[in-house]
């Protein structure tokens, strides 16, 4: 591997926190929301295996749906602190939220995150009732790499043979719904992250592996694999033909799904609803995302 695209990666990472810090500086964290913060969900010490729960005090005790939340980064940066804001204005809605880390390339392969993920699943699963969540009631939303990371792992509970060829050990949680949100759906496309990002994911000689095949996200099985999908784009999103193309996908498959593409306003950009949870289109996109759940539940 270039060592060059690798001090890129890392460059890029530094880069992001040094953002974060100062996006901490104009964000509030609202009063009436619990926050219980890096729980571990391995027990083998690694920063990255940790997660975060939210839940609208006023609840109480009371049991709520759960919606569990990967962060973006395009899968080389990127933290669950980044989402805390977006997490916290869903969690109002009345969820509980858990809200994943996991690790990063090119620290680890896609393969990897799948992994983490997929263990993330397990100790949610587990310890629902400790935060009076509804294990009846499992939903989860992604955005940007994480939407990517999400779409895979959880097409892992059903398609064993997908879940195989990546060597995961796929949870068995009951996940009804997914939230997309600007969707880094497709990693090997002749674009900007196709000609240098898949041997950092699936390795130099991934085309001869089992797991080629679902590499493109457009794959039936990976497709079938899925439960109900909520996607949002918007004009201004530089990856809206991503989503555009996924739910072609899954328009061709039968796959209940619904899609909102936000009109052009230069505000209105990549993620904005994680981005910048307090613009009137972020409530309107967690509204429509919870609305969606909702209904896939009955």
Known sequence: MSHS?????????????????????????????????????????????????????????????????????GLILGSKEFNRYFCAKMCKLGYVIFSVEYRLVPDCMFFDQCEDLSRAFDYIDKNISKYNGDEKEIFAV????????????????????MAAAAKVKASKINIKALGLISGMFYTNKFDKLGLFLPKYLYGKNYKKESFAKYVNPENTELINALPPCFLVTSENDNLKHYTINFVKALKKNNKYHKLINFEKKPELTHAFSVFEPELKESGETIREISKFFMHCKR
């Open 5 to 73: 695209i690798t001090d890129i990666f890392y460059k890029q990472r530094a880069d992001f926190f040094k953002e974060q810090k100062e996006r901490e500086k104009r964000m509030t964290f609202p009063d009436d929301v619990e926050e219980y913060k890096n729980i571990a969900y391995l027990d083998d010490g690694d920063k990255a295996h940790r997660l975060d729960v939210y839940r609208p005090k006023e609840a109480g005790s009371k049991k709520l749906p759960v919606i569990i939340n990967v962060h973006g980064g």
């Open 142 to 161: 992604g955005d940007s790499g994480g939407a990517c990371l999400l779409t895979y792992t959880t097409a892992m509970i059903t398609n064993k043979k």
